[in-house]
């Protein structure tokens, strides 16, 4: 056993045994995948909604993961048949369609809200003619990744830590991804491609941190996870893996004792959960996080802000708090990157700035995350505060707290203060 690969000898709370996986779940890295079924209670509103638009399904099918990958709602006709849909959300699909395609989780789905266009959930999965209006300073690589991509699918832009995109799908589609010039089909991971990054970071032994995403690596199917992980955790230099996935929240029936099983076993290992609102912390979601809590696996959340969706102090007050009683802590605030058609989705940075004055000191700091710009061109994440310090006065630094106070700080490299 690898020297970093966690003792098994005791198992966490809650994970049952399950059958062995059929022959025909393995489809490789982009195909339709059929592993197990776990069991999440559903919600009185996913039942109806279930009853509703899927009266074939048993129960036993809308708990089963790979169900709901083979029932993701794809097409105007699938979602104009769920959703009261207007004329923006109906004519992306008339001439050219979004880079972004369409695919929500059934469970997703039965969160959105049928008569409400503006609602916040609907907005983020839900496409509209705007993404056909490109405005200035858009482009399809906001970040310059290709020019960090030394190799097909692994982007190394910090000196200590690499980037492995292990695949290009997800569960459900977000309507401001970064990448929306890559995922969905735009864009494919193969076996070769993995070969390729992993010799690469063989050979930078000054890679330390690896950071899996795409895309979602968790719609992998669990052997084929297995096998990635292990060779990363094998690689002597690599002290520890992240996994970056928005499943938890929007295709929760995913984590099943059979995958905490795989992720336990390479420690440590950290999960970034993508979360966007607190409509998205239902009953299912949470036991999503309690269960890979429960099995010491570190849970934080990164988290963009969008305009008319979750910019207001309120709305990530109560998410933030939401998420932490679910013990993930907010670790990334981000500024939307200026991918083609995204304006509609972008907020001024003074309203970022406003989000976290409106959250320091007024709450937890466990709370309270990082707000980020990640650079166009490749620059990386650059943090972004209020203006708390405000300037020296005699030797002392002057502060000004959340409440708009000023208080002094004797601050010796600006002299010998006289009256702090």
Known sequence: MNEKTASLDEEPPDIPEEPPEPPSARRGISGPLRLVKPSPRPSAKARDFRLRFFPSAAPADWDDWNWQLDNRVTSLERLGGMLRLTDTETQIFQGRAGAIPLSITPYYASLLDPGDPSQPLRRSVVPTIFENLVSPGETPDPLAEAGDTPVPGLVHRYPDRA????????????????????????????????????????????????????????????????????????????????????????????????????????????????????????????????????????????????????????TLTKLFHGLLTARVRPYYLYQCDPIPGSNHFRTSVAKGLEMIRGLRGFTTGYAVPTYVIDAPGGGGKIPLLPEYAAGHEDGCLLLKNYEGRMFRYPDSETGIPSSC
């Open 163 to 314: 980037l492995f995109l292990a695949t290009y799908s997800c569960s459900t589609y977000c309507r401001y991804c970064t990448r929306s010039r890559a995922v969905g089909g735009a864009c494919s991971s193969t076996f070769e491609d993995w070969e390729r990054a992993l010799e690469y970071i063989r050979r930078h032994e000054e890679i330390r941190d690896v950071l899996v995403s795409g895309g979602d690596p968790l719609i992998l199917p669990d052997d084929v996870l297995d096998q990635l992980l292990s060779r990363i955790s094998a690689i002597p230099h690599v002290e520890f893996i992240r996994i970056g996935t928005k499943v938890p929240a929007v295709l929760p029936q995913r984590i099943t004792g059979r995958l905490i099983r795989v992720l336990r076993k390479y420690r440590p290992l950290w999960i970034s959960i993508h979360a966007t609102h607190p409509d998205e912390l239902t009953p299912e979601m949470r036991r999503a996080c309690n269960r890979l809590a429960d099995a010491g696996i570190p849970l934080g959340s990164q988290t963009v802000l969008l305009a008319g969706i979750n910019d207001s102090v309120e």
